[in-house]
């Protein structure tokens, strides 16, 4: 039995070895493996989270920066984690100039999946934090027609992202250019399919997702970039803004606490909602979101719209009025 | 969503329509109907057994604005499905019929994986995908026939990497393998088989299928379903064709518009002459919808009984007799335009 077993590891193992060389990732003999085998320079660590690290890198054969993203691949009982494989998966098919190049991808003995991402120089959440939001009018709407672009394209390949905010906004300084990443939540949609609860950070998370509804779509993501919309027009997330116990209570004081007239079926999802929080009154967007123009103000009213099948379209958002007076040079 | 419930609101207000029509009072006290469009519609309700009227009516049916939504929708899958080098999995069939064991073994592990699907209730998707990926890895590598566990291995390998692209809840690697397998891999095992097919298949796991063109087809379909009821079961009885097409290799040679569009045609009992075809979408080869069509009917098992009649038919005043001849007229038609 352990022959045997030794004989299949080994015929196994000398045909991945001779797989990698003819993969993606060229491997010159001897190299160890790593970085060395991605082809790329380590610089620094660039950020740390729960997937694992993100390096800045520079291509050997190019010079140019790269971002490398090492996934640590743990749990064994369940095989490679199925976040990667949607993220390398969707991103293979994706191809936009407002969404994030994956240009190689790799693995190091059987511990750590590596992808090598075009660099750009920061994400929206740090733009908006150090150098102050984007007070130049014509630098939010530039932004918000890239980031509708992207969005669009997804939806039109039927992909949701499902994590849209500012972090995973990246922006190229010089062009002034953006570029979504981070698809690892990212999945392809059906009209007629449950989907996992809970998803991305609270504050651009939809209310149909809040109110435990597991049949959402393309919508989701629309909220979230209404989110962000009206983060980079105030220069902080619009839902830490308003006081309130939790996200949900803070929509329903933003728009009002719906009722099967504003939101048809709310009291089916909802049952105890008039348990749950009290009766408010909307208190308006413009409230909150000062210094924006009317066309901008009501582009963000059908994003931020509570009931999902009224909400505006990532493709319809593009041709609204807010962006006909854009002159694109 | 919305779309589909405009079109059934529609086509609810038709058949009422329509069954006015037919309970008209024709005594010679009830007046003339003065206005032409009456008449009109009355004179394509008379014909609507025939292919033309129903063409026509489909046009009375359509909705631009979504119209215009699903056939960029189609379109875009369209240029995705001819992306994805279609051309591969075409010279697999040539390939697989020089080797007798390999044909064995490959339909037994698509069997295998069948049983695993049924078992945890997966989508179709999933087992679509799980045999996509096991016949693009058989195009890269060729393995050696003494030994039987390395397409087991494949098997595994291929169904867990489906999952985790389509399913919620992906049951543990070791739980994959609890359904009549004949060995079982350690998770590590199957953890370097997966990097190994995703490296193979050069990590493009988000594959065009069949059915990412089934709804867009049946709202292009004349006489489509009415009801949410007869929608689902025309897409469950389409979702069991595509399936059993992965058993057989001689489908490896159309693309998954071919086959949704033939399976489709199929399930709805309907000849694949060029006006259904087209209607579908210029960029589809009515030859190959024809030849699948085909080849549906050669290989695959299912009785004409147990397939979807169009509503409409029923609604008309036929005796069961004119159904049955109505249904052999079109088995003739069938017959006639394959042998030309």
């Known amino acids: 039995m352990w022959n045997e077993e030794s004989d299949w590891i080994g015929s196994f193992d000398a045909l991945l070895a001779r797989l990698a060389e003819c993969s993606m990732c060229s491997r010159r003999s001897g190299e160890r493996p790593g970085a060395a085998q991605m082809d790329v320079k380590i610089l620094d660590v660039a950020a740390e989270g729960g997937y694992g690290r993100v390096f800045r890198c520079l291509d050997v054969h190019t010079g140019a920066l790269v971002a490398m993203k090492q996934i640590t691949m743990v749990r064994l009982s369940q095989g490679i984690p199925a976040q990667i494989i949607r993220e390398v998966s969707l991103l293979r098919e994706l191809h936009h100039a407002n ?30 934090v150090n150098r102050g939001y984007p007070k130049d009018a014509t630098t939010v709407k530039s932004f ?17 992202h499902r994590d849209l905010k500012p972090s995973n906004v990246l922006i190229n300084h010089s062009k002034r250019l953006i570029k979504l990443a981070d698809f690892g939540l990212a999945r392809e949609f059906a009209d007629d399919f449950l989907y996992t609860e809970k998803l991305g950070t609270s504050w651009y998370r939809a209310p149909e997702i809040l109110c435990h509804s597991r049949q959402y779509s393309t919508q989701v993501d629309l909220w979230s970039v209404g989110c962000i919309f009206a983060e980079m027009v105030i220069g902080q997330p619009l839902f830490q803004v308003i006081n309130c116990r939790d996200e949900l209570e803070g929509i329903f004081k933003l728009l009002g606490t719906p009722t099967e007239e504003t939101w048809p ?22 409230t909150f979101v000062t210094d924006l123009e009317p066309s901008g103000l009501n582009l963000l009213s059908m994003m931020l719209c509570l009931d999902p099948s009224k909400r505006i379209s990532a493709e319809a958002s593009l041709k609204h009025a807010y962006f006909t007076d854009v002159n694109w040079i | 969503m919305v779309y589909m419930i405009d079109r059934v609101f529609i086509l609810v207000f038709f058949y009422t329509f329509l069954i006015s029509i037919m309970s008209l009072d024709s005594s010679s006290n009830h007046p003339i109907i003065p206005d032409l469009y009456c008449s009109e519609v009355t004179s394509e309700v008379i014909h609507l057994d ?45 390939q697989l019929r020089k080797k007798t064991w390999l044909i064995n073994a490959r339909e037994e592990a698509i069997n295998w994986i069948l049983k695993v699907h049924a078992y945890y209730s997966f989508k179709p998707e999933t087992a679509y995908l799980s045999v996509d990926y096991f016949n693009r890895f058989l195009l890269s590598h060729t393995l050696t026939p003494d030994k039987a566990w390395p397409l087991q291995l494949l098997s595994v390998a291929c169904l867990a990497l489906a999952a985790k692209m389509e399913e919620r809840k992906v049951p543990l690697l070791l739980d994959l393998q609890v359904i009549e397998s004949r060995f079982l891999f350690k998770p590590k095992t199957v953890q370097r088989m997966e990097l190994l097919v995703m490296a193979s298949l050069k990590w493009r796991l988000r594959t065009i299928t069949p059915f990412d063109f089934v709804h867009l087809f049946i709202a292009k379909l004349p006489c489509s379903a009415s009801t949410w009821r007869d929608l689902s079961y025309i897409v469950s009885r389409v979702s069991d064709v595509i399936i059993r097409t992965c058993l057989v290799m001689d489908f490896l040679e159309f693309s998954p518009s ?45 009785r004409r009984s147990g397939l979807y009649w169009p509503k409409t038919l029923q609604l008309l ?15 003739e038609s069938s017959d006639a335009h394959h042998k030309l």
């Open chain 2, 50 to 94: 025939s292919d033309d009227e129903a063409m026509k009516l489909n046009v009375l049916w359509g909705d631009s604005d979504h119209d215009d939504s699903d056939e960029s929708i189609l379109l875009s899958l369209l240029e995705s499905e001819h992306d994805q080098v279609q051309e591969q999995t075409k010279s697999l069939g040539q």
């Open chain 2, 258 to 302: 071919t086959i949704a569009a033939a399976a489709l045609l199929w399930v709805t009992n309907q000849c694949a002459d060029e006006k259904k075809s087209e209607c579908f979408h210029k960029n589809i080869g009515i030859e190959m919808v024809q030849k699948c069509y085909k080849l549906m009917k050669q290989k695959l098992i299912i």
């Open chain 1, 144 to 160: 918000m027609f890239q980031i509708l672009s992207a969005v669009a394209y997804c939806h039109s390949r039927k992909v949701l």
């Open chain 2, 317 to 331: 005043p036929r005796s069961p007799t004119c159904v049955l001849d109505h249904a052999a007229a079109m088995q």
């Open chain 1, 99 to 128: 969404i994030v190049k994956l240009l190689r991808v790799g693995f190091t003995e059987n511990r750590y999946v590596n992808l090598v991402f075009e660099h750009l120089d920061y994400d929206l959440h740090q733009f908006i």
């Open chain 1, 265 to 286: 079926g709310i009291t089916k999802l909802m049952p105890n909602l008039h348990i749950y929080c009290s009766k408010f009154d909307p208190l308006g967007l413009e």
